[in-house]
């Protein structure tokens, strides 16, 4: 099987502009989530999805919001972009909703906004 | 909440040498636990996992690691350091109701020749 794949795979905005990034889940997956990692916050996490459901939700800022297509397909969006916004955003997809289940990443979108 | 501390950000290992990366967790219930490897440029591997079955989980490229209860602790060994163990490591946690993962600092990992 494919590998969950995310584009694109660096992208450089400039503050207030918005950036779309995109995730294709391991097929047969139905849980779709995304963390954003920095330097000085590490991993965090941002949103789960799960049959076109937001299932949970990080601490972040309204800006960031997300939604999940029929095919589990899922994007991210951040609005009006912020310096600190530049990270490596990371997705990982699972079969369900279980939490032993294990989440398989894709190789992430480097966003650098300047 | 949970939370994961890894200590020692940056760790030096020789080859041929013990790899011991050290991983304690606060949860109010059991929780399940996860080792995760990242090389440069590239997204998280699954190296292992905890999930209430055997405390002492084999993983990919032989490492290990053990789960103790009474210490809150998940420590990640490998026998023989190899040069392609060179990495950052992240011990991450999640439990029941709670569908996030969440990580550690993180360890970086260099083996020296």
């Known amino acids: 099987k494919a590998g969950v794949t995310q584009t694109p795979r660096y992208l450089i905005k400039t503050r207030g502009q918005q950036v779309t990034l995109s995730c294709s889940p391991i097929?047969?997956?139905?849980?779709v989530s995304w963390y954003q990692q920095t330097p000085g916050q590490g991993l965090q996490f941002l949103f789960e999805y799960f049959s076109e459901t937001q299932r949970n939700k990080g601490n972040f800022p309204g800006r960031f919001s997300g939604r999940q297509f029929s095919n589990s397909r899922s994007e991210m969006n951040v609005s009006t972009l912020e310096l600190g916004d530049s990270a490596l955003y990371l997705c990982a997809s699972r079969p369900g909703s279980g939490n032993q289940e294990t989440q398989y990443f894709g190789p992430g979108t480097r966003l650098l906004v300047l | 909440a949970q939370s994961v501390t890894q200590l020692g950000s940056h760790v030096s290992v020789s080859e041929g040498a013990l790899v011991l990366l050290r991983c304690n967790y606060s949860s109010s219930v059991p929780p399940y636990l996860f080792w995760y490897v990242q090389y440069p440029n590239q997204g998280l591997q699954l190296l292992l996992k905890?999930?209430?079955?055997?405390?002492l989980v084999k993983g990919i490229n032989g490492f290990e690691a053990e789960f103790k209860k009474s210490e809150t602790s998940f420590h990640l060994t490998k026998p023989s350091a190899h040069m392609s163990d060179a990495a950052e490591y992240f011990c991450a946690v999640s439990r029941y109701g709670n569908n996030r993962l969440a990580f550690g600092k993180g360890n970086q990992v260099v083996v020296i020749p």
């Open positions: 905890y999930t209430s079955a055997a405390t």
């Open positions: 097929s047969g997956h139905r849980s």
